[in-house]
């Protein structure tokens, strides 16, 4: 049995090496081995072996790994080891794609994971990464999370990313809504919430929806206006139809009236844009090619569709990702906020608490978080994980990168 591991360990190590240019990575083959059946306990034993495997196979040049691997080829497993990502279609141009975390605090693990996944898609083909910081909600922001996104973001990838942040493109947002008006696509509805819901439900259109253009260019103009429409009294809807077999895709609203002062435009605007309005229209402006987003966001992303083919745009290819939990904590900046207030933790580099922040303090470089994305991959499937096993993995990762 003992053999057995070894020849495995060869074998893993040997594949992973060919596959990046004759350096092989000992998380990587650890996890091959995971999926073996090698037992959590068994790491400490099995990982020293890994690292010498390891340098021993460094020492060869590529021709000679290559030949060495043909006598463990059959051992390991073909179907157990992936190594690299998928490609993605019609990338050969090179691709522009984003994240975009909330204004509500800095980034934290998963948050560097995912951005790291879209990013390794960036360097294999070249292109844009973009980091976009969603603000377009006055009531959910913390002033410090600008800086430190920025931080995070320049952190994670070597200060290649472009950084936006949506409250400083108000006007393109209301310029598209001005276009959504002037095609007929858009309405103001001055229904309630609970009226409008009861029209959904019945598949009715709401008395709004009869509205001319000008008569809407004239609700808009009131909504924008400081005496016009105030909180609560209107909306900006997309005129899909009122009968889709999805309720989420009936009449959704684009844009609303919120006069709570923000924190970074303080109370220059007064009428907002709903993500569904600033992550299409930013989308479509920056020229989006791929998107890897939760896969909460699958009705976003088709009510997001509509607004493109409003404007013939075509659409970007979009993968959705399952969620990672951890077993012993939940991973939400707005409950960490909360906790720091409290005074359980320091503040956002608390070595308790798993953000960027606290990990670049800890000495995990970037490329642990590229190769930690990289190897979780692009999965719709939502898993729960102990953070002690995942850190354990990018630890490995880590490790390799120190040299
Ligand atoms: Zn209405």
């Known amino acids: 049995m003992i053999k057995e591991i070894d020849k495995k360990i060869y074998g893993y190590a040997l594949k992973n090496a060919i596959h990046y240019g004759g350096k092989s990575n000992s998380g990587a083959v650890l996890s091959a081995l995971f999926n073996e059946g090698l037992e959590k306990s068994k790491v400490k034993e099995v990982m020293p072996k890994i690292q010498k495997v390891i340098n021993e196979i460094s020492k060869l040049n590529l021709d000679e790994q290559k030949k060495e691997f043909e006598k463990y080829s059959e051992i390991i497993s073909e179907r157990e080891v992936r190594v690299g990502l998928p490609e993605l279609p019609n990338a050969e141009k090179g691709v522009i794609m984003r994240i975009a975390p909330s204004a509500s605090g800095p980034l934290h693990v998963m948050h560097g994971i995912n951005l790291s996944l879209s990013f ?39 200060n290649e990313a472009e950084i936006f942040i949506q409250s400083d493109r108000m006007d393109l947002y209301y310029s598209y809504s001005a276009s959504l008006i002037e095609k007929g696509k858009a309405y103001v509805c001055t229904c309630s919430g609970d009226e409008f819901r009861e029209f959904s439900k019945n598949q009715k259109d709401c008395p709004c929806r009869k509205k001319n253009v000008k008569e809407n260019v004239l609700d808009w103009e009131k909504m924008l206006n400081k005496k016009g429409f105030k909180e609560g009294e209107a909306v900006l809807r997309f005129k899909s139809t009122m009968s889709h077999k999805n309720p989420a895709m009936r009449d959704f609203p684009l844009a609303r009236i919120n006069e709570t002062p923000h924190p ?45 083919e409003t404007f013939k745009v075509n659409f970007p290819w979009t993968a959705f990702l399952g969620r990672t939990h951890f077993k012993e904590m939940e991973l939400s900046t707005s409950k960490f906020r909360k906790e720091i207030e409290e005074g359980k933790y320091s503040g956002w580099g608390d070595p308790k608490l798993p953000t960027i922040q606290s990990l670049k303090k800890r000495g995990y470089k970037p490329q642990a978080f590229w190769k930690m994305a990289e190897h979780l991959g692009l999965s719709e499937v939502d898993k729960i994980i102990s953070s002690k096993d995942f850190f354990e993995v990018l630890n490995n990762f880590n490790k390799e990168n120190k040299s």
């Open 264 to 308: 970074r435009q303080k109370k220059k605007y007064k009428v907002w844009p709903l993500m569904n309005l600033s992550v299409a229209t930013d989308d479509m402006d920056m020229k989006m090619t791929h998107i890897i987003r939760g896969k909460d966001h699958r009705d976003n992303s088709e009510r997001q569709k509509l607004i493109f």
């Open 120 to 158: 390794d898609y960036v360097k294999k083909y070249g292109g844009k990464m973009i980091v976009r910081i969603e603000d377009t909600n006055p009531e959910n922001i913390d002033k410090n999370s600008y800086k430190l996104i920025k931080e995070d973001t320049n952190f994670l990838t070597n």
